[in-house]
């Protein structure tokens, strides 16, 4: 499984984002996989965003609950973050990443995982 992130850059805080994960590879059907979006905050690790399991159902970390949305294309193999209301402390490198077991695992833990995209918000 391979990842690529990409839509990170710098915003002003309250604004938004939207990050996306192109998803390739072979042996696997990108329908049948639970992917989300994680993050590495330095000092605290690496933790769930957002994320899809294998049935369709969407996780959401509490914190992030009604900033975030995210979704997949099936079609064109993709996962989207779309990152509302964006703030400071949401700085931080985000990751594409299939999770060993679930999403509310701390700290996160992958199977697979992209290179991650920088956000970056000013105050």
């Known amino acids: 499984v391979h990842l690529v992130e990409s839509g990170g850059g710098l915003v002003q805080s309250g604004g938004s984002l939207r990050l996306s994960c192109a998803v390739s590879?072979?042996?696997?059907?990108?329908?049948?996989?639970?992917i989300g979006w994680a993050r590495q905050v330095p000092g605290l690790g690496l933790e769930w965003v957002s994320g899809i399991y294998s049935d369709g159902t969407k996780w959401y970390a509490d914190s992030w609950k009604g900033r975030v949305t995210i979704s997949r294309d099936i079609s064109k193999n993709t996962l989207d973050l779309q990152m509302n209301n964006l703030k400071p402390e949401d700085t931080a490198r985000y990751y594409c990443a299939t999770p060993d077991s679930t999403f509310k695992l701390r700290p996160a833990r992958f199977d697979y995982w992209g290179r991650g995209t920088r956000v970056t918000v000013s105050s």
């Open positions: 590879g072979s042996g696997f059907e990108f329908s049948s996989l639970s």
